[in-house]
């Protein structure tokens, strides 16, 4: 059982918007603005979709945004597509050596 | 271009010692954190640990710790995962990434590994 929990998975319609949360404590994603989200296609390397929180890398759609409220993270994707069907990983720094992962959500497109 | 382009896969037996590697390039490497990060099959993502090739300075996350051995090469740009003896339960996808605050902002294309009598 992972320490960041994520729905198992989550669906919507193309067009629609939809978020999923990630829930730690106030030692990790409470604590700390060291929170990312990864995209995971099938047989692929994650790719960083969000960082320290609400940060959007470089060439990442502004379709994907990030926010916090106390020790629950979430990542919102807005005007859905077929392509953004994948798992979806949170995480968060604990300590210099601890930086935790959500179970991850597999997002359905519908 | 930033690049980390890893070993292939490996097939072994438990008890069998293995070094897999990622070759990096495009940027600095002794300047950025490198790190592994294990997916069991069907399962999430768990980061192993950590090197700061510059200091060759390592940080294991405490279920891997003693575990595993990272090690980085600077003349060869090269990070490495050993294990000196092999069981079941590692079989699985090995990533590298570089860490960047945190974050693995780029990854290689993994290494699968099975360990299997």
């Known amino acids: 059982q992972s320490v960041l929990t994520q729905p198992a998975s989550v669906s919507g319609s193309p067009g629609q918007s939809i978020t999923i949360s990630c829930t730690g404590t106030?030692?990790?994603?409470?604590?700390?603005?060291?929170v990312s989200w990864y995209q995971q296609h099938p047989g692929k390397a994650p790719k960083v979709m969000i960082y320290e929180v609400s940060k959007r890398p470089s060439g990442v759609s502004n379709r994907f945004s990030g926010s916090k409220s106390g020790n629950t993270a979430s990542l919102t994707i807005s005007g859905l597509q077929a392509e953004d069907e994948a798992d979806y990983y949170c995480s968060a720094y604990r300590s210099s050596t601890t930086v935790l992962f959500g179970g991850g959500t597999k997002l359905t497109v519908l | 271009e930033v690049q980390l382009v890893q070993s292939g896969a490996e097939v072994k037996e438990p008890g069998d010692s293995l070094k897999i590697s990622c070759k990096t390039s495009g940027y600095s490497f002794s300047t950025y954190w490198i790190g592994w990060v294990r997916q069991m099959p069907g399962k999430g993502l768990e980061w192993m640990g950590i090197i700061y090739p510059g200091d060759s300075e390592t940080r294991y996350s405490p279920s891997f710790q003693g575990q595993v051995t990272i090690s980085a090469d600077k003349s060869m740009t090269t990070a490495y995962l050993q294990w000196s003896s092999l069981k079941a339960s590692d079989s699985a996808m090995y990533y590298c990434a570089r860490r960047s605050d945190y974050v693995g902002d780029y990854w290689g294309q993994g290494t699968l590994v099975t360990v299997s009598s």
């Open positions: 106030s030692s990790d994603v409470g604590g700390y603005k060291y």
